[in-house]
């Protein structure tokens, strides 16, 4: 049965997977409408194997397919790893970055086509629904958005694969395929199976990218980034683009084991939930990053860039990549980071990135400052310092003096109790 009047186009974000593979057969029966597939690069791999064909077979009127790794990491993931961003201590944003960059190309490609509706097949109770509409708001907001997960009557992995097997829609995932999983340049996701128990560790089969403890090289591998004003630009003295520095450096730091965050973390929409991120590069960059910057930046600029960095990875988890915040923020970063070039070292040993070595023309390091010898620096200015700093200290000790000889006095003790004089305390008797 038809439904959605005005509707007669709509571009649909589209995967191949089981979800948005149904959802083209669902948007032509549902709302009588031509379904664009639009699909993007960002990493994946073999995912994008046959799926201009396969969505051709499902139904789609036209496919669209963009190579978005470039713009990916440059515009979206660099900007974030310079402004320090980790939500909840533990998530990169591997998702959270991907979904803003593609939602912002679907609304492109429905302005190329004319079409009148953008759909998703972000489920109702995830983030990524969010994410998604908020970049349609942002940059489309005239454009109907369609959210099948809302409206439809499959409410479960189960149902959509009979809804598949009812109308005759070949897809590739089955009813075994315990975990849902995403994955980009930047990091793969696992969620979902036994996943879904917080108290069971997920198993060592789950991982696809990071190496287990006995896959691991028993010596460790030092790897050293140079960066230009906090963007990485050269993997162990070559100059590499983007792309290929994180592949590259995604390959080195997986083989060791690092970059694994196993979580539980605050979703949009109000639960908790458990996801498992492997992002062997983006955890080896953001060390050597944070490292460089405690060498170039001032304390007051360090100290307010962390503080900020909070904000940031909560903007972009909750999909407000376009907001005039998350730009005012980013503007900050980059002046912040104008100094942020040098190069840092990285051990990579049993699952752990430590950075080992830095260097930087911007260094605010001073050996004749920071070392023990005297040379260079008159300790006795550290007198009126200290005396200027503590301040607050003493002036407030003073006022606690003056209070307590008041009311002392007012009692008719004659005297303030001080440490000396006040009585100590009896000892008891000891038993036995």
């Not at 970055?97 to 190309?105: E, F, G, T, V």
């Not at 349609?136 to 189960?158: G, Q």
């Not at 995403?182 to 108290?199: Q, R, Y």
């Amino acid at each position: 049965m038809k439904k959605g009047p005005g509707v007669k186009r709509a571009v649909l974000a589209y995967s191949g997977g089981l979800d948005t593979s149904i959802i083209v057969h669902w948007l032509k029966e549902h709302y009588g409408c031509e379904v664009v597939c639009y699909c993007s690069d960002v990493g994946q791999g073999e995912e994008l194997s046959g799926l201009e064909p396969r969505a051709r077979r499902l139904g789609a009127s036209e496919v669209v397919i963009e190579d978005l790794r470039l713009p990916f990491v440059r515009d979206f993931v660099f900007p974030a790893l310079r402004a320090g961003a980790v939500y909840e201590g533990s998530y990169l944003l591997g998702t959270a970055l991907a979904r803003p960059l593609i939602a912002s190309r679907q609304v492109w490609c429905a302005e190329r086509v004319g079409a009148d509706a953008l759909a998703h097949g972000c489920t109702g109770k995830g983030n990524d629904q969010v994410r998604f509409e908020l970049t349609y708001l942002a940059l489309a907001p005239h454009l109907k958005v369609i959210a099948p997960w809302r409206e439809w009557d499959i409410v479960s992995r189960e149902d959509a694969l009979a809804y598949a097997a009812r109308h005759g829609i070949p897809v590739q995932q089955t009813a075994g395929d315990l975990f849902s999983r995403d994955a980009n340049l930047w990091h793969l996701s696992h969620e979902g199976g036994v996943l879904e128990d917080p108290a069971v560790a997920a198993p060592e089969s789950l991982y696809r990218l990071t190496a287990g403890p006995e896959r691991q090289p028993a010596r460790p591998e030092t790897v050293t980034i140079a960066f230009e004003s906090g963007r990485p630009v050269r993997l162990n003295g070559r100059a590499l683009d983007p792309v290929s520095l994180v592949a590259e450096l995604n390959a080195l730091a997986g083989r060791h084991g690092v970059g694994r965050a196993d979580l539980v973390e605050s979703r949009l929409v109000g639960m908790k939930s458990r996801g498992v991120y492997e992002t062997p590069a983006g955890t080896v960059l953001h060390e050597a990053l944070e490292d460089l910057c405690r060498l170039t930046l001032p304390h007051d600029l360090l100290r307010t860039r962390v503080e900020l960095s909070l904000r940031m990875a909560d903007l972009i988890y909750s999909g407000m990549w376009f907001s005039p915040l998350r730009r005012a923020l980013q503007a900050f970063v980059d002046t912040a980071l104008q100094v942020a070039t040098g190069e840092v070292s990285v051990e990579l040993l049993h699952g752990q990135a430590r950075a080992v070595a830095r260097s930087s023309p911007q260094s605010l390091y001073r050996p004749d400052l920071a070392s023990f010898d005297m040379t260079g620096y008159d300790a006795h200015h550290a007198e009126g310092f200290i005396k200027l700093f503590g301040l607050p200290l003493a002036t407030t000790a003073r006022r606690g003096m003056a209070t307590e000889g008041s009311e002392a006095a007012g009692a008719g003790g004659g005297r303030s109790e001080t440490l000396e004089t006040r009585e100590k305390p009896r000892e008891v008797d000891r038993v036995g």
